[in-house]
């Protein structure tokens, strides 16, 4: 069974930081590339950032682009969002979720339960 707990998330003032981390089970990690997704308050569900199953591909939506950067660290078993420059926008619950495959251009499946990343003075 796929289990994802997302952890991190926090209050921090508009352009601080943040580090939200995934700890995956009930697959194989290194086998599978990972997406972290967000939901704010009222809205849909919006796609943040993909990386692929080794972790040297790597794409993000154009409104965290230069801001986020995401990462994995195989071993660990663990998905991990740096977040940088925040602005009210990015409140949100962040959720990591699992391809199919080694890279983005297949399904999707899993989901945590997220964590909640608020961004206010």
């Known amino acids: 069974e796929v289990q994802l707990v997302e952890s991190g998330g926090d209050l921090v003032q508009p352009g601080g930081s943040l580090r939200l981390s995934c700890v995956a089970s009930?697959?194989?990690?290194?086998?599978?590339?990972m997406t972290w997704v967000r939901q704010a308050p009222g809205k849909g569900v919006e796609w943040v950032s993909d990386i692929n199953s080794g972790g040297g591909s790597t794409r993000y939506a154009a409104s965290v682009k230069g801001r986020f950067t995401i990462s994995r660290d195989n071993a660990k078993n663990t998905l991990y969002l740096q977040m940088d420059s925040l602005k009210p926008e990015d409140t949100a619950v962040y959720y990591c979720?699992?391809?199919?495959?080694?890279?983005?251009?297949?399904?999707?499946?899993?989901w945590g339960r997220g964590t909640l990343v608020t961004v206010s003075s």
């Open positions: 979720r699992k391809y199919t495959g080694s890279y983005w251009f297949a399904g999707i499946d899993g």
């Open positions: 009930g697959f194989t990690f290194s086998s599978y590339a």
